[in-house]
């Protein structure tokens, strides 16, 4: 596998998981450019669009690029598809390396404390979320739950009275009524839910899983199967 030769790589990192579609161009951790985009309307139309618009205000163009990041889920079946299938052709047709990153991965990566470990949970719907643990061990994380798709009602029995940091849709805790105060535990951290600016920090953290050459793949997390496939296993 080939490295990029940059002391401080130029990464294009998005997210197409969810409404909260996000662009990001990064040299090094440093955040150069970022586009949000929260609407319904499907991000295949849009994003190219938005990755060229952001090369241009910089001044880059697409060789200048050294790495590309991709946000793999969990979140839309459609979404998680059109941001993986357009990210590996970028890298293919650039020869340049290409990681896939969770979106839990990275939102725990930018909400790492010394004495603690980190919940992160995302909007599943159907009164469902995504959830996952993380621990900070010397400023690695390392994920210690898997992802999974739980409901409210048992998540809320999961951290309970826990020494927990939990972060992502926290507003989902707050509604439910999950805690009381916030100097209590579990601890409630709020954060910035468009995903590509931690996407790409993620994933100049973990050289070992960058991939190159004419057939790269990527596994993306759905967590749960798609609609379609659901209503053909009933109807089977």
């Known amino acids: 596998m080939t490295m990029p030769v940059a002391d401080k790589p130029k990464v294009l990192a998005f997210d197409t ?46 060789p200048d690029l050294n790495l590309v990041a991709v946000g793999t889920g969990p979140g839309s079946f459609t979404g998680i598809r059109i941001g993986i299938a357009t990210g590996l052709g970028l ?17 725990a990566f930018k909400t790492t404390f010394p004495d603690g470990c980190v919940g992160v949970l995302l909007n599943a719907r159907r009164s469902q979320v995504y959830y996952a643990e993380y621990r900070n061990l010397g400023g690695r994380i ?7 798709l739980m409901f409210l009602s048992e998540l809320q029995k999961e951290i309970r009275n826990r020494r927990i940091y939990i972060t992502g849709e926290t507003s989902l805790c707050v509604k439910k009524s999950f805690m009381g105060s916030k100097a209590g535990w579990p601890r409630l951290v709020e954060t910035d839910l468009f995903l590509a600016a931690g996407i790409g920090r993620r994933a100049l953290s973990v050289k070992r899983r960058w991939k190159s050459g004419n057939f790269i793949q990527c596994e993306p997390l759905y967590i749960r199967p798609p609609d379609a496939l659901t209503k053909k296993n009933r109807a089977g």
């Open 17 to 62: 998981s969810s409404r909260r579609g996000s662009v990001a161009l990064l040299e090094g951790d440093a955040l150069h450019a970022e586009l949000k985009l929260n609407h319904l309307q499907n991000h295949s139309a849009k994003l190219i669009r938005s990755i060229d618009f952001l090369l241009e205000g910089l001044g880059w163009t697409l």
């Open 91 to 107: 890298a293919q047709a650039l020869s340049v390396p290409f990681v896939g990153i969770s979106g839990m991965e990275a939102l």
């Open 142 to 148: 390392r994920e210690i739950k898997k992802p999974s």
